[in-house]
């Protein structure tokens, strides 16, 4: 059994069918990527994998247990974390708050424990604290604690949100591009700490454009074009793939 | 015809360009490419006054309008034809395209607006098909065409065009471009953003290369095309080699 | 009930209806260029009232109209010019605070220059007592004035839309704010324009309600509340929506007299709204995103 | 940047001044308090009432005061809202120590306060109407508007030698409304009357044709409004409107020939019970009140130069009561309280004024006239 | 967890103290009374503090929920129990023990609920009208949830006017006064002002506590995360319906205990405590605080209602208001109680002390 099942996925706006039917699977510890040009209907997949949508129809599977149609936050419990394209901190909150929101899954106080500051609340949230700081160092970036999230720098913006997705341990972690707007080096950055995720048994569903980057580090490659899954297959495979090349390359002078 | 030295421009307190030059003479195709979020949508919406420019300069015509309103870049000749198209989704594709005209409509209201709108019609027949339709409810190739088209009725001297491919199907996109080489044989001048860095350089005679908000090359179509570090990042040369 | 008598409390609920939609197309207007509600918007209509009245005691009743709509007008501009342009980047929250002081400050100032007693225009045409006889329901020639200005503003509005310029590009504007910039369109100017005209209506709205509801300093407050809500019920910025919303809540108002204490009538009209929103949380005629695009 | 300096630096400033200044008069003068609602949806009864008091002040003071002591007036402005009032007279009482309160203009108010001028020993003299004020009797409280009970007993009068047997009310939804509407309908029986349909309408009601045509489709043989707001003057042009020929009556909250006007020709015919200062002209010369009710019209138009209206006289009556009482007792509480409750015979606006230990009005049925409004000017109403 | 928030409640405890001495040595103890009332008012503005500022969620209805507390304790203490000796809802009542007997104005004795009783009820009711309502009208969002809570509290305020057992447009008057334990006692005499001062300082300062408290905590994160991204808080695993309508919840029975202590304090309540002008000003008086700024409402708060409540600007009250709202708006978006004006503040007074220091030295 696949870790991940996609099958039939369909959502369409207005007229548009943004996904038409795609099915794929990702093996549990997998690095898949998903590729296509832009408008392909790569982030509306996300959103109907994360719940952000709800699909018009079929299905997603997690561990065999379906997960379509749930609202979001339930899904996130399910193990399942993600990123944004264009990355969603949370504002006026602190670096360090904005991961130790990556928490709130893995903890329990409610309203009135947090206004009452119970000794049990106090101790989970130094839990809360300490496991976000390592988070943190772990991923280089634990100085930046205090910093408000939302004037840092592009590129560290991206870590803090890896770092925010990583705090909820999840399982399945999907990234919307993120490479979108860094340089070689924050790039290079970005598929190390890809490749440290999976290291920790995390499945990884990413969305890129940088080719260099996809070709490194997926195991297996999803390709998308209008909505319509058009190839599926190990990286070299894909490279070969004449439909992928016209579609997604140019205009078929290969 | 444009010339854009030093430039910084960003959102609040996050910069996006940092320090940009880049020239484009008249009568030229010029192409911008770059990774997502590098900051080539910000560089054109920086040059139509949409984002407003924190130091540099932009001299369009030998005038710097750096810090001019948006209304006052277009009457100085030059549109945008923004990302995503933005064309006025509530109203009718002839309304869509006498909104380009609006400047001088304003200044001359004997602006013979019939003819302006023949000459859209002629270059986009599917338009003129489409003249009373929402524009909310066209296609997307027929969405950029009246973009483009809305464009030029404001009679630029340069147009920008950002990503004009995004989301179109492939033979679409092949007439777009085709529609941008004619707009050069026309005597426009372009100033051209595209993702699609393979196409844009076909039809472009120079480019340049955006990175995080820096340019990190410049040339001609052809010496881009050819260069390893381009091939590599945006034009997937790399992998195409080891298909080959 | 009889035929008379549901006939005159559909007059009743039209009369009220199209006095509300009135000041809720004011607020569409302000709405589709700036995205945010004045809540000043009832304050143009006491102040066009108030304005008309001080003139007619030395000008004719038609010119006195006329002076008020154009200085309301330029009230609505000189509001512009001076509160709404300085924000800069602001959130809806601080721009709907600032209509709602510009509201408590207008009325205050109203207060200090009138005084707080009540004033109306004479009637425009007939007198207090004429009656007209339509089907065995009577109507006020007055209550004919306020259908037909409410006609002719919406029938204005209409063709001013759709085969003006400077109407084409504020829809521009409504439609896609960024799109206007980059069509050469001056969208502050525009900002300008909205706030004119919606005061130039709201102060023609304001005169001819004189006559019957009367006029008072602070008469505009529950008028725009009124006014808000059926723009709210017919869909923010949709003008044909605040029309069919304004005769619905007037209808409803005047229905729930027949058969309910008179108490409660804007409690009732307010909870089937609440309802209408539960089930379409965009309005009658409203798009379905545009709830959602516009955040505090 | 630096406006905003100047800015940031001005409001600390004013809000240091606002902290730091604390008003002090000395002297030889009896403060008095006063509490009405000057602005707000109940303005139309506090400022003329406030008026009224500082113009009185004015000429009592510019006369060389009450008993060599001159009066100071502090005005407190409540907006109508309780909460406010209970916050002025507290600190008018304790702070001011104010000799006597003026006011509140509405009942709600009050009733609020009414407690705590009990407690606090400070004469109080209201210018609402709602009987509650005085019923019961607290030792301190007074009221100078008439009851709410003889005006419904007047109103009542007529109707009955009119042949009507029965009505409708409408009554507008603050204390003076639902007090007036709550003694018709207690009334009525005793009168053989029959209220068909009694409805509120919001204080800021503009357009009253639906209820209107609820009452004529139960054929009423007249309608009563009971208000004091400008929808006054809207019934009676909605009810033309609905071609309703039906008599109307109105309360004494009618006092106020501004809602005649705005009724216009509307406004005809209508009969309402009232003190005598808006028909001054026509009283005998002999009456007791006349040459009060003269010298208050006379000096607030000319003051003003607007109409006066019973409202301000409520409060014409209230300042003059306690000047009187002042004058006979000296500048002691417990007997100018004392000096009130045996004030006998006092002409004021409202009526003759009778103080007694278990009446705290003063004012009998008599101190109403029914009036009508004939030719755009109020006049007593005779029977046909 | 952080001391730094425990400095600001330290020093606000301190001024408190220090104020009522200096009166009371001053022998101007009635600067409290009006204070103690705008102590009350600042407690509903803090619970909508929470809900406007740090979840996002604007509410121009919140005076509604002041009111349901304000009245249901009036209407439950004014009760006389004692005519109604019959009832066995009555006698169940006397019988639990759950009675109180008062002395009104006139001498005369009532037998009444106990104001601990109303209190709680006030605050279920609250609680459960909020949770019922909140949960169809927190899906609208911006313009469409203004509406809806605005018609909310129309709805109510229509509803206290119109109905006979809330007084209608008198109101209720007379209520008994609240006493607590250890006689201490929340009501309108004069004796009783220091302590009141007291109970409403204690509030407060509990109040802000408690809420500083939640802001930076697992929930309070979740809040504040909802205003700054609903799709990313969602996605992180947030149940952002459930967290907007608790919240909602929190900050109407903050409102309402406020409303029950008020109107005991106050001895009646009147239906101009549910106007919709009194809601728009406490979303107004959040704004100038500077929305997510705990302190900066509160000091707002208490300032503006105390002015206001003092008759300062005699009938130019409300146009006072006015030009505070926009002036604050235009010039300081952010409120005007942030670190950036005190910054500025602190400068000048710096440069100004140096000229002088530089002018005595020539």
Known sequence: MNFLEVKGLSRSFGGLRAVQEVSFSVEKNAIKAIIGPNGAGKTTLFNLISGALPPASGQVFISGSPIHGLPPHRIARRGISRTFQNIKLFSRMSVLENVMIGRHIR?????????????????????????????????????????????????????????RALATEPDLILLDEPAAGLNIHETAHISEMIMKIRRRGITVLVIEHDMSLVMNISDEIVVLSSGKKIAEGAPAAIQKNGEVIRVYLGEGDA | MLKIRNLNAGYGKLRVLKGVSLHVAPGEIVTIIGGNGSGKSTLLRTVAGIVRAQEGEIMLGGRDISADEPETIVSAGCSLVPEGRLIFNTMTVRENLSLGAYPRLRGDRKTDLQAELEVIFAMFPRLREREYQLGGTLSGGEQQMLAIGRALMARPRLIMLDEPSMGLAPIIVKNIFEEIRKLRGAGNTILLVEQNARAALRIADRGYVIETGQMVLEGTSEELLNNNDVQRAYLGKEYRSIGE | MPFEQLLQYIFSGITSGSIYAIVAIGFNIIYNTTGIINFAQGEFLMLGGMTAISLHSFMPLPLAILAAVIITSAVGALIDFIFIRRLKSPSVLNMVIVTIGLSIMIREIALHVWDEKVRSLPYFTGSEVTSINIMGAYISPQVLWVLGVSGVIVAFLGVFFRFTLTGRSMRACASNITAARLCGINTKNMVTISFMLSAAIGALAGCVISPITQTQYDCGTSLAIKGFTVAILGGLGNSTGAVIGGIIIGLLEAMSISIMPLAYKDAISIAILLIILFARPSGLLGKREAAGLKEF | MSFKKILVVFVCLAFLAVAVSCKKKSGETIKIGAIFAVTGPASFLGAPEAKTAQMIIDEINSSGGVDGKSL????????????????????????????????????????????????????????????????????????????????????????????????????????????????????????????????????????????????????????????????????????????????????????????????????????????????????????????????????????????????????????????????????????????????????????????????????????????????????????? | MRPSVYIPVAVLTAC???????????????????????????????????????????????????????????????????????????????????????????????????????????????????????????????????????????????????????????????????????????????????????????????????????????????????????????????????????????????????????????????????????????????????????????????????????????????????????????????????????????????????????????
């Open chain 4, 72 to 384: 100071e007036l502090i005005i407190k402005d409540s907006t109508g809202s309780p909460e406010k009032a209970i916050s002025f007279a507290k600190q008018l009482i304790e702070e001011n120590k104010v000799f006597a309160i003026i006011g509140p203009s509405t009942s709600g108010e009050t009733m609020k306060i009414k407690a705590i001028c009990e407690d606090g020993k400070t004469i109080l003299l209201s210018c609402a109407a709602a009987e509650d004020i005085v019923n019961p009797v607290a030792k301190y409280v007074f009221k100078t508007p008439q009851k709410d009970s003889y005006a419904a007993e007047k109103i009542f009068e007529v109707m009955k030698k009119k042949g009507i047997t029965t009505i409708g009310v409408v009554a507008s939804n603050d204390g003076f409304g639902l007090a007036g509407k709550k003694q018709l309908e207690t009334i009525a029986p005793k009168f053989g009357i029959t209220i068909l349909i009694g409805e509120v309408y919001d204080k800021k009601a503009t357009d009253l044709t639906g209820v209107l045509t609820k009452l004529k489709a139960n054929n009423v043989q007249a309608v009563v409004n009971w208000s004091i707001v400008p929808a006054q003057s809207i019934v009676p042009k909605n009810m033309k409107q609905l071609n309703m020929n039906v008599p109307l009556f109105q309360s004494h909250g009618f006092g106020n020939i501004k809602y005649a006007r705005e009724a216009g020709a509307a406004g005809e015919g209508i009969i309402f019970p009232c003190g005598r200062l808006l028909i001054v002209d026509t009283l005998p010369d002999n009456h007791p009140q006349k040459a009060v009710l003269a010298k208050y019209k006379k000096n607030y138009e000319g003051k003003y130069g607007e109409d006066v209206s019973t409202f301000g006289g409520h409060a014409y009556d209230a300042v003059m009561i306690l000047v009187e009482a002042i004058k006979k007792a000296g500048a002691d509480k417990e007997k100018v309280r004392d000096a009130i409750e045996s004030l006998k015979g006092f002409a004021g606006t409202g009526g003759i004024f009778n103080f007694s230990v278990q009446d705290h009005n003063g004012l009998a049925i008599d101190s109403f006239d029914m009036l009508t409004v004939k030719g755009g000017k109020f006049v007593k109403y005779e029977d046909k």
């Open chain 5, 16 to 362: 408190i103290i220090a104020f009522q001495i200096i009166v009371s040595a001053l022998n101007r103890e009635f600067y409290l009374t009006q204070l103690t009332m705008s102590a009350y008012y600042s407690l509903v503005i803090l619970g909508l503090t929470v809900l406007m500022g740090y979840a996002g969620q604007i509410s121009l209805g919140h005076a509604a929920f002041f009111a349901m507390g304000g009245y249901t304790t009036a209407v439950l203490t004014t009760y006389n129990l004692a005519g109604a000796a019959g009832n066995p809802l009555v006698k169940l009542v006397v019988g639990l023990g759950l009675d109180t007997v008062s002395t009104n104005a006139y001498g005369a004795q009532t037998q009444h609920l106990s104001p601990w009783v109303s209190l709680v009820v006030a605050v279920c009711l609250t609680a459960a009208v909020a949770f019922l309502i909140g949960i169809p009208i927190l899906k609208l969002k911006g313009h469409y949830l203004a509406m809806a809570t605005l018609g909310f509290g129309i709805i109510v305020y229509r509803i206290v006017l119109g109905t006979r057992m809330f007084g209608e447009a008198d109101g209720i008057s007379d209520l008994p006064a609240f006493r607590l334990a250890g006689g201490l006692a929340v009501g309108g005499d004069p004796g009783l002002r220091v302590q009141n001062y007291y109970i409403a300082a204690f509030l407060l300062v509990a109040g802000v506590i408690l809420l500083t408290n939640l802001i930076d905590s697992r929930p309070g994160r979740a809040l504040r995360s909802i205003h700054g991204s609903e799709e990313a808080a969602n996605a992180m695993g947030v149940n952002t319906a459930r967290y907007k309508l608790s919240v909602f919840v929190l900050s109407a029975v903050f409102a309402c205990i406020a409303g029950v202590f008020l109107t005991h304090f106050n001895g009646g309540i009147g239906p101009s405590e549910a106007e919709v002008m009194k809601s728009v000003s406490y979303v107004a008086i959040v704004a100038v605080g500077g929305m997510a700024n705990l302190w900066g409402a509160l000091v707002m708060g208490v300032v503006l209602n105390y002015l206001s409540l003092r008759g300062y600007f005699g009938s130019y009250d409300e146009f006072v208001f006015g030009c505070i709202l926009i002036v604050i708006m235009l010039f300081m978006p952010e409120g005007l109680l942030i670190k950036e004006n005190f910054r500025i503040l602190a400068d000048t007074a710096v440069r100004i002390v140096n000229k002088c220091r530089a002018g005595k030295q020539e």
């Open chain 1, 107 to 163: 903890s329990r106080a409610g309203f009135l424990a947090a206004m009452l500051r119970l000794p049990r609340t106090k101790a989970e949230e130094r839990e809360i604290r300490e496991t976000s700081m390592d988070i943190l160092s772990l991923l280089g970036i634990g100085d930046l604690a205090d910093q408000e999230a939302t004037s840092l720098p592009f590129g560290k913006q991206r870590v803090v949100e890896f770092a």
